[in-house]
């Protein structure tokens, strides 16, 4: 197994996993609301809103890391493909 294949797993499953994390905070996002007043009686809604956020900032610092991992990633690869390309081209001539 070369390096660049290697590489190309390690991204797709990188890559996969923030794809995952970002439906996910979708469908959290579905459920969250932008202002609610409630009254005595329906606390429950406020708990559940809580919840909701207290998911948000749980996930929301993993998704950028796996965001910026994934960037970079794809980077490397791009660049090793084109410094093979071109020590590969060298050779031949």
């Known amino acids: 197994m070369s390096p660049m294949f290697g590489l190309l797993i390690a991204w797709g499953i990188l890559t996969g996993v923030l794809i995952i994390l970002l439906i996910y905070k979708s469908t959290l996002t579905m459920h969250e609301d ?3 007043f409630l009254n005595e009686s329906e606390s429950q809604m406020h708990k559940d809103q809580v ?3 207290a998911k948000m900032r749980k996930i929301t610092p993993i998704v ?3 965001g910026a991992l994934s960037g970079l990633m794809i980077l490397v690869i ?13 050779t031949l001539q």
């Open 34 to 36: 932008d202002s609610i």
């Open 78 to 90: 791009a660049g090793l493909f084109i410094y093979q390309g071109l020590t590969n081209s060298a």
């Open 64 to 66: 950028k890391v796996l």
């Open 51 to 53: 919840e909701v956020l």
